[in-house]
């Protein structure tokens, strides 16, 4: 007596369930004299010259088995390549942002190998100036970077990182990096007088050394184009690593 192996069609899916699946008449039967194609590699490679395997029709191809290598159907098209193969497990792409295992792998997103170049999965490097992730924010800028050694524990521009009723500030005494104080960051502006942080607004800086508020802005960039007669200038001396300057003359 000869095993039937049942293929399930739903559109152009066709998936091998294997052994012990029950017959269903509108399916096509791969038949291989008593053995299980699905496990048994020599049934698999013998598939093109088995004449019990497929069919025993010429005119009617049984379906493509998604992992052996041939063409099995006859349409030219192998394995993966194949429209029948669409939703076979092993064919499946994994989606990295989904929350599912989309390739049936026991690992989801990020966590499967398959994502280990996916932008979404790539950590961003918060002092290369580069946009490591791809989501359009660079190093600091980035909200992956906050809380790390390179850029602080908030922002002092966008203020990301602080809690409702508190305002990032930068200070000499963080060695300019951003700092959570008390405030609603509604104080002073550029070449406004302040005596402390949070007398200058947020995205400025209290200068200790002119007692006036500066704006925060990124070295090299172009921050402080509408403030005539300033440059974004780096901030402490130079054993600072903030990531942040002022701008000023």
């Known amino acids: 007596m000869r095993r039937v192996c049942v293929v399930w069609l739903c559109g152009v899916l066709a998936l091998q369930i294997g052994a012990g699946c029950s017959f269903d008449s509108g399916g096509l039967r791969w038949y291989s004299n008593g053995t299980d194609c699905g496990v048994d590699p020599a049934c698999q490679s013998n598939n093109n010259s088995n004449s019990n395997f497929n069919s025993n029709n010429n005119n009617n191809p049984g379906p493509e088995y998604c992992t052996n290598g041939v063409d099995d159907d006859g349409d030219g098209l192998v394995d993966c390549d194949d429209p029948q193969c669409a939703m076979a497990p092993t064919c499946l792409f994994e989606d990295c942002t989904n929350g599912l295992d989309d390739d049936g792998d026991g690992l989801a997103d990020c966590d499967d190998p398959d994502c280990a170049t996916a932008p979404s999965c790539v950590p961003e490097s918060c002092a290369n100036g580069v946009d490591d992730d791809l989501d359009g924010q660079v190093d600091c800028d980035d909200g992956d970077c906050l809380g790390t050694p390179e850029c602080g524990d908030c922002h002092p ?13 930068l200070r000499p005494s963080e060695d300019w990096f951003g700092v959570c104080l008390p405030g609603d960051g509604t104080g002073r502006g550029q070449w406004g007088y302040c005596d402390e942080p949070t007398a200058c607004g947020l995205g400025y800086y209290c200068s200790s050394q002119y007692y006036i508020c500066l704006r925060v802005c990124h070295p090299g960039g172009n921050d402080c184009g509408s403030i005539p007669g300033t440059t974004c200038r780096d901030l402490g001396d130079a054993g600072s690593q903030s990531p942040w300057g002022a701008c000023y003359w």
């Open 157 to 169: 521009i966008s203020n990301d990182g602080c809690t409702t009723g508190n305002t990032c500030y």
